[in-house]
């Protein structure tokens, strides 16, 4: 297993925002220990977690003009809808810029 390595570190109103990495993805958390969410470095619009991939059922059923998410995370799941959805206007509103 790769030791992870801090990358950036940045504070706001709420606290820490971490950046981390490892030989093959780069995480998210804001500093209690726990990752907020993850990429894989060399294809990040591919999900690391079970629940982006779960949120991208929905793409079997639609094909959407708009979306919205409410919160940006990573990015992970706006680069996963990009990749697929090429066409779609796709919005985040994010607490944490």
């Known amino acids: 297993m790769s ?4 990358v950036k570190r940045l504070y706001d109103e709420y606290g820490a925002v971490l950046v981390l990495e490892d030989g093959l993805k780069r995480y998210l958390s ?3 220990g726990y990752e907020q969410s993850s990429q894989y470095k060399l294809q990040p619009w591919v999900p690391a977690h079970e629940y982006i991939a779960a949120m991208l059922t929905v793409l079997v059923y639609s094909n959407p003009k708009n979306i919205t998410l409410l919160g940006l995370g990573a990015g992970v799941l706006a680069g996963s809808l ?3 959805l090429k066409t779609t206007t796709i919005k985040a509103i994010e607490l944490r810029p």
């Open 3 to 6: 030791q992870i390595k801090e």
């Open 82 to 84: 990009h990749q697929q």
């Open 30 to 32: 804001f500093g209690d």
